[in-house]
Each structure stands twice: as structure tokens, then as C-alpha cells.
């Protein structure tokens, strides 16, 4: 992935596709959900799939909403990976059985997340270790892929404390262990108190801890600090809604709103040089993460006032 990035910027590194918008919970701080989509049918999937290798697509990321409750994601994970791209998923883990683990091996998933937030649930999130152990020992015996426990804080989350219990219970079980910081409602930096910042700073050190320690934005967000980067959302990182239409991140969506279908190499290089008003305050880590991989070459030059005529335009 990294060598095809160094030698490519014309490609995507990451997309997240949503197959569902729907979802089985409502977490207070989540607005990538909804409780009535239906489905997005296959083969409209399978298009996407299909555009996205034609772009040459390392990753694609199946989120939602809820992934699980769609009735053919492993026929969506199953295209990606005939087209040899690297398939993973981002659930709230409620609807595992042994059983769709196994369908999922058999697909060839080969990375899960799952955001756990809190030992007990509440009124704002119900993704709790005490619902969801059952699960974690369930992939623990069964999932062929990597799983990722990911803890928060900020955003309202009662006990931050919490997160170290989940991240010494996903080590434990043999997987490894994230912490993310939660952004207000357009992905934007909101500070963190004493106490958060000294529970991600002990996150941040655990022995067999994570697998992108080299973020260092995260770093700089949990004291309050803006980042100075070249985001490359639109290009190197693109988040297809439910509708088909390419956004920059979940939290951006609306920017710039065209369709996958008709999105080419020279959407991508010019995504690849706007600059993101939004960046210095982001929170929105894989964003961040694939930003590293240019972070280091090519100027963002490309102002609103440059942008081609018909393009939703940045507020």
C-alpha cells in the first residue's frame, strides 16, 4: 500500500463506502446514522466496487450506519477483494454470531473495528463492554481477520476512565487497541479536560497498543492544538455516501458531492491540490492517517476562488 502510494498520487488510498445508513443504535454524538434507509441494492453496490478499483483503489472501508444489517455485504466485501482490494469494516458488533464470522472469513474480510465507549451503556452510547464481551470473545475464537477495539473520549462520554479497562480487555484478547478523540457535529476539534487528557496519554502508551501509533494529530488534538497538513480528502481519501456521491469525510459531506460514477483522475488531482478549510481543526483520524503518505510533497494550491465553475463551493 505505502510503495503503490509513494509511486501514485493519482489514485485513492482509502475509500469508505456505505452500503447502509441505517443503524441498530442511536449514540448520541454519532450523525452518520438513521433509523429508516433501506439497503442500497447490489449490484448499485457492485458498480461502486467496481469504480472504485477502476480508480485503483488500495482500501475500501464498509461502514454505515450499520454494515451488518445489509442482507449482501459479503458479496460486497467479496467484489472488493476479487478486484484485490484491501477490505475492511467499521460495525458496532450487536449483530455477531459465530456464525457471521465465519461468513466473513469465508469472504475475506481482513479488518474489523469496532468502537466500544463505555463499561456500562447510557444515554449516550450503548456500545458498552459489558453488551459487547460476549462478542469480542466470539471474534476472538473464530475471526480469521484483525479486529480493533477502539475506545473515545471527549464528547460527552461519562467515565473516561472507561477506556482503559477496553483497551486492556481487547489486548487481553489479542487485538489491538485504538483510542480516538470526538469531534463536535462538522468533525472539528473540541479540547480535552484534564482528565480525558491523562486517560488518551495512558491509551496512547499501552504495551501492544496500536497499529497507527504514528499518528500524531490525535497527539496535538488532546491538547488543544491545530494541526498544519495537507489534507487530500477527495483524492488520496474519499467517503461515498449512501447516494453514491463522493464527500470528503463523513463530516464534510456536502464537499464535493459528485457522483462516484462520473468522478476521474482529474477530479482527484485537483482535490489533491485544494486546500480543506476545514483541516487545521479536524479530528477525523483515518483522514489524517492517509494524509501522511504526502504530507511531505506538493503544495496545496488550489484555492475556492480557482475552483471550477458548478462545484459546491466551501461556506
Known sequence: MIA?????????????????????????????YDNHSKPVPIETMFERVDRLAHLGTTIITISGGEPLLHPDLDLIIGRARRHGMIAGMITNGYLLTAERIQRLNRAGLEHLQISIDNIMPDEVSKKSLKVLDKKLQLLAAHAEFHVNINSVV?????????????GKRAVELGFTSTVGIIHDGEGQLQPLGDAER????????????????????????????????????????????????????SQQRGYPAKPLAEYTVDDIRRE?????????????????????????RDPQDLRQSQLPQGLVQFP
Not at 272 to 296: F, L, M
Request: charged fraction near 20%.
Open 4 to 32: 503503490k502510494g509513494l509511486l501514485s498520487r493519482e489514485h485513492p488510498i482509502l475509500a469508505h463506502i456505505i452500503p447502509m445508513r441505517r443503524c441498530n443504535l442511536s449514540c448520541a454524538y454519532c450523525n452518520e
Open 272 to 296: 489533491y491540490r485544494t486546500t480543506k478549510e476545514c483541516a487545521p481543526r479536524c479530528t477525523v483520524a483515518c483522514v489524517h492517517q492517509v494524509g501522511y503518505i504526502d504530507n511531505w
Open 198 to 249: 491523562e486517560v488518551y496519554m495512558a491509551m496512547r502508551s499501552m504495551e501492544k497498543s496500536s497499529y497507527a501509533q504514528i499518528n500524531g494529530f490525535q497527539d496535538n488534538i488532546a491538547h488543544g492544538l491545530e494541526n498544519r497538513w495537507r489534507c487530500r480528502a477527495g483524492a488520496r481519501y474519499l467517503y461515498i455516501c449512501e447516494e453514491g456521491l463522493v464527500h470528503y469525510c
Open 154 to 166: 471527549g464528547g460527552g462520554i461519562h467515565n473516561p476512565k472507561d477506556a482503559l479497562v477496553i
